[in-house]
């Protein structure tokens, strides 16, 4: 077994992201299902790992837009 890199689990986390955004939640257990869905993965660590980063950037995603949303509510409000 190789190493799996970071730059891979992000790359392929964040093209599930883009491809199913209504299926993907905050929930590991959730998105780690999805990943069997749709990702043809081999091995349990790359899944878990995937779905790891891919629940952290469904948060700061929503953490985002969140942020984005307060300013421009500030702005309107001046």
């Known amino acids: 077994m ?3 890199y970071t ?5 392929v986390a964040q093209q599930i992201f883009e491809e199913h955004k209504g299926e993907v939640t ?3 257990r959730q998105n780690k299902e999805l990943l069997k869905k749709y990702l043809d993965v081999q091995s ?3 899944r878990n790992r ?3 980063y891919l629940t952290r950037y469904v ?5 985002a837009e969140k942020m984005r949303q307060e300013r421009e509510q500030e702005l309107v409000e001046e």
């Open 2 to 4: 190789g190493n799996v």
């Open 7 to 11: 730059r891979d689990i992000k790359r």
């Open 26 to 28: 905050k929930d590991f």
């Open 44 to 46: 349990k660590k790359v």
């Open 50 to 52: 995937v779905a790891g």
């Open 59 to 63: 948060r700061t995603v929503e953490n």
